[in-house]
């Protein structure tokens, strides 16, 4: 599938997604409400492709003079992708444990306490919610419903983006720094692998819990219909 239609496929799923999240109840999100814009945040290729896509040149190179000022800074890098760890879990295998920062820094785009390219952000900050404002708390406050909701949408985004690849959102952003080259200059993202990034695998099968199969199945025939009508 060509990145045109992927990225409009990519759109429709983060504006069900935004339906979904509307019709939360009781969440504390709010604007400059910003505890959870951190540099451990992840993305796909392709949801850094519609990011920088989305900017005006000067725009696009002071992101990515930031990012690249910033690139030697300790962040979280996946192990597993989603569908990754959705394969341990059919095989009933235990996943490596992941290791994470010890300090929590935030994200090198978050300026005033808020993100100047909310529109475009990837799907890693469009499934932060939570009932109690994470600062107050020290974590955040999700339903599990919400959980499985969001590993749906994440297992969806990485199998659309394949064969591209997935890890921590600024070694994302570099492996497409192209330094503002144009058409048939861009440079081709290089293999995941080289660039510190996972590739993006298959779903295997979504990860649903039980109690959840019923009550997810409006959400699903959005995605299909989505999917059907690209
Ligand atoms: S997820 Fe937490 S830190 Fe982020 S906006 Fe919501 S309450 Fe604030
Ligand atoms: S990209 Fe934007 S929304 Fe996502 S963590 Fe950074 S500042 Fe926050």
Redesign the pocket.
């Known amino acids: 599938m060509d990145v045109p239609r992927r990225i409009r496929l990519l759109e429709g799923l983060y504006q069900i997604h935004a339906d979904f999240t509307a019709s939360l109840e009781s969440l504390?999100?709010?604007l400059h409400?910003?505890?959870?814009c951190t540099r451990n945040v992840t993305m796909t290729t392709l949801e850094g492709i519609y990011l920088l896509d989305g900017l005006q040149p000067v725009e696009r190179k002071q992101l990515m003079a930031t990012v690249r000022g910033q690139a030697d800074q300790p962040r979280y890098r996946p192990l597993l992708t989603t569908n990754t760890l959705a394969r341990y879990c059919l095989e009933e295998r235990e996943p490596p444990e992941e290791s994470h920062p010890e300090k929590i820094m935030p994200c090198p785009l978050l300026a005033d306490r808020a993100c100047p390219f909310y529109s475009r952000r990837p799907f890693g900050c469009r499934c932060?919610?939570?009932r109690r404002?994470?600062?107050d708390h020290g974590y955040?406050d999700v339903d599990d419903w919400v959980v499985t909701a969001n590993t749906v949408f994440l297992q969806t985004i990485e199998n659309l983006d394949r064969p591209g690849c997935f890890g921590n959102f600024s070694d994302v952003l570099l492996s497409l720094d192209d330094g503002g080259a144009k058409g048939d200059e861009k440079k081709s993202p290089p293999a995941c692998e080289a660039a510190g990034l996972l590739p993006n695998q298959p779903t295997p099968a979504l990860m649903i819990p039980p109690e959840h199969r019923e009550k997810i199945q409006p959400l699903l025939q959005a995605i299909r219909a989505l999917a059907n009508a690209s």
Do not use: I
């Open positions: 504390a999100c709010r409400c910003d505890d959870c932060f919610v939570s404002r994470c600062g955040a």
